[in-house]
């Protein structure tokens, strides 16, 4: 079972219920597309129990190209795009987590009627000639597979729109055996994570957030 949190993506509550959890888009840090344990792994477990013992997201939520922020500007136009095309209704969801909250995904849309999402993308000219060539590549396997498990979709829609090329639609379906490869890796990854984060509290005092002061300047810079 997964548990749909209705919320804006990028809201002070959206940075909140993600807090100290691994999430699809960082799914690579814990297995490979090839199915092997990455090496990042540690290294992303320091920083999620870094956000669980001060109480705050360790994103980077200050920096990104220019075209990384028309992408996001443009990500409506691209979804009414989709919509449009191939005759659905699209909702928008804030962060999908499995029934226990241990970790989660943030699809860009769901299909009303249908257990499937879309993974949207207005990304630089150049980008979309890449997708257009040769796909979106490897390194979204882990985490469009790691959307199906989270929420148990039948498949993903990625769907890349540029205004002045033609668009990109693929569609993933259920990888099953990696599927369950990650399922096993990534229960092993949170068991590990609540323990080192035990050890590390053992360790001394910390410092939480202040939540209401953070809460401020996050609700500031997303209305930039």
């Known amino acids: 079972m997964s548990i749909i949190h209705r919320m804006q993506q990028g809201s002070p509550e959206w940075y909140q219920v993600r807090l100290g959890i691994p999430t699809a888009s960082e799914f690579h840090r814990i297995l490979t597309p090839g199915g092997q344990p990455s090496k990042q792994a540690r290294p992303y477990m320091y920083r999620l129990i870094a956000e669980r013992v ?27 795009q989709f919509a449009f095309t191939n005759d659905m209704v699209l909702e928008e969801v804030g962060f999908v987590t499995t029934n226990d909250g241990r970790m989660g995904c943030s699809p860009d849309r769901l299909i009303s009627g249908r257990n499937e999402i879309v993974e949207v993308k207005a990304p630089a000219p150049w980008t979309q000639v890449g997708y257009l060539l040769d796909g979106p590549g490897d390194q979204y396997k882990a985490q469009v597979q ?7 979709y039948e498949c993903v829609h990625f769907y890349a729109w540029h205004p002045r090329m033609p668009p ?19 229960q092993e ?20 957030a202040n939540i209401a002061s953070q809460a401020a300047a996050e609700e500031v810079w997303g209305n930039d």
């Open 54 to 80: 001060l109480g705050e997201s360790m994103d980077d939520r200050f920096t990104g190209t220019e075209w990384m922020h028309r992408g996001k500007r443009e990500e409506p136009n691209a979804a009414a």
């Open 146 to 152: 790691g959307q199906l498990l989270i929420g148990e």
């Open 168 to 186: 990109v639609h693929i569609v993933t379906l259920r990888d099953e055996p990696y599927l369950k490869l990650l399922d096993r890796h990534l």
């Open 189 to 208: 990854f949170v068991d590990q994570l609540d323990e080192e984060e035990e050890r590390c509290r053992r360790l001394g005092p910390f410092a939480m």
